[in-house]
């Protein structure tokens, strides 16, 4: 199938590459639809894969630190962890993701005007689908263990969610790939912060010690903490989003965005020579 750059140069910008993007949507799909078959090519048990890794990890986890947090019984303490690396694992995602996202589509762009925010949004689908998958294994933990909270307004929030995660990593992924093609050390940076930002949130360790005097900025300085919040609340705890939680996710992607805008714009179409 080929794909027709949209040079209608009567429409104004934006409403030109938003036709660049509808006309490059099945390439988008397809690099997805690749990303998915790709990363359990070969193996037995496929997407299995998938909801075993996440829930592996939790109970080991569970088992070790929780003979250190003894404020919640094992399979509590478990279904804690599983949603809160399953979250991790998509922020993580979108940054570890986002920083070849551009770069490892340069035979693309070298060839094509392909609107950049094709391969950067293939990168946020990805995580997004395998979020979707492995979000079933809280679900059938949580059901499996009796934790899983009853039906109510609150599972509302569920799709929600999906709708915040996507908006706030497609402004992670657009910074870190723009970045990513200037500046090759900030690999090896990134994964120091993300390691850093694994400790200092509550991915494993209890959400009350984040209500401490000396670590309640954490709450504001780090997204990741109403990140988990905002998913842990409607799918194990059986309630609605905090306020404060939704505002710093706001303003964190308001934020993000602008960022991501102001850094597109200034890179343009020339940090294709950079691939």
């Given at each position: ?180 093609t200037q500046f090759r050390d900030l690999r090896h940076i990134l994964g120091l912060v993300m390691r850093a930002l ?40 059986g309630r609605m989003w905090d306020p404060q939680d939704v ?29």
């Amino acid at each position: 199938m080929s794909f027709v750059n949209v040079q209608d140069r009567k429409l104004p910008f934006i409403f030109r590459y938003l036709a660049d993007l509808l006309a490059y949507r099945h390439l988008c799909w397809s690099l997805v639809q690749g990303d998915l078959k790709s990363r359990f090519r070969r193996t037995k048990l496929g997407y299995l894969w998938a909801l075993l890794q996440p829930l592996a990890f939790a109970l080991m986890i569970a088992f070790v630190w929780g003979n250190i947090h003894k404020s919640l019984s094992f399979w509590e303490f478990a279904l804690y962890v599983l949603a809160g690396s399953v979250m991790f694992e998509a922020f993580s995602a979108f940054v570890q993701g986002g920083q070849d996202s551009l770069s490892s589509a340069g035979g693309y762009l070298r060839q094509a005007r392909i609107p950049l925010f094709i391969f950067q949004l293939r990168t946020v689908l990805t995580a997004t689908l395998f979020f979707l998958i492995e979000s079933v294994a809280v679900v059938m933990f949580g059901v499996a263990t009796g934790e899983f909270p009853a039906p109510g307004l609150h599972l509302l929030l569920l799709p929600a969610y999906l709708g915040v995660l996507i908006v706030f990593g497609s402004a992670v992924v657009i910074v870190v790939s723009v970045a990513g093609t200037q500046f090759r050390d900030l690999r090896h940076i990134l994964g120091l912060v993300m390691r850093a930002l694994f400790l200092v949130s509550p991915v494993m360790m209890p959400r009350e010690i984040f209500n401490e005097p000396q670590l309640k900025f954490m709450e504001f300085a780090n997204p990741l903490v109403p990140l988990l919040d905002m998913y842990r609340d409607p799918m194990i705890y059986g309630r609605m989003w905090d306020p404060q939680d939704v505002i710093v996710i706001a303003i964190w992607t308001a934020a993000l965005w602008m960022l991501a805008m102001i850094a597109a714009a200034s890179a343009g179409r020339k940090l294709v020579f950079a691939l």
